[in-house]
C-alpha cells in the first residue's frame, strides 16, 4: 500500500527562516511530507486546496497578515493545520491566531524549530489521520472505530478492576 505524502507548506517573507525550516522538516520527515515554499500568503492562497494539510504561517508579511490568510485557508478547508510563527510575543497576537482557528503558536527563536517537529509529528501521529490516510477508510467510520476502542478498553479495565 502506498502512503499519501502530507503536504506542508511554509509561508514567510524571510528567506533565511524559510529556507532553514524547509531543510530542517525535510531531513526530518523526509518522504512523509511534501514541502512547497511560499513568501507572501496570497500565493499560498491560490494553491491551498482539501489537500492541504498543514501551512506554517508567519503572521508579519506584507500584503494580508497571517491572521487574515489563516481565516482565508479555514474556508477553504477547515481541516488544515495551521502553525502560526511569529517574533512577536504579543500574547493579543496569539489569542487573534487561536480564534481564527490556528493549532498552535510558535515564537521564532531558540526552540521554534524543534516545537514546530513535535507538532507535525503529533498531526502526522494522530489515530484519525493515520486510519484515512493510510487506510482509506471514511472519517465517520474511523470516528466510529476509535470510539468503539476506547470504549472497549474502558470497559476492560472497568471489568478487570471489579474482578
Known sequence: METKKL??????DNHLVVADLRHYLGNRFGADVEISTFDNGEDCLAVVDKDTHIVILDYYMEGKNGVEVLKSIKAI???TNVIMLSGNEDMAVAVESFRAGAKDFVLKGIGARSKVT???YTILTEPLRILTREF???RYLSIFLLTFVTVGI???CVYGLTR
Not at 7 to 12: F, G, K, M, P, T
Open 136 to 138: 482509506g477508510i471514511s
Open 7 to 12: 503536504n506542508l507548506y511554509i509561508v514567510d
Open 154 to 156: 474502558v470497559v476492560a
Open 77 to 79: 478547508n477547515p481541516e
Open 118 to 120: 513535535k507538532l507535525i
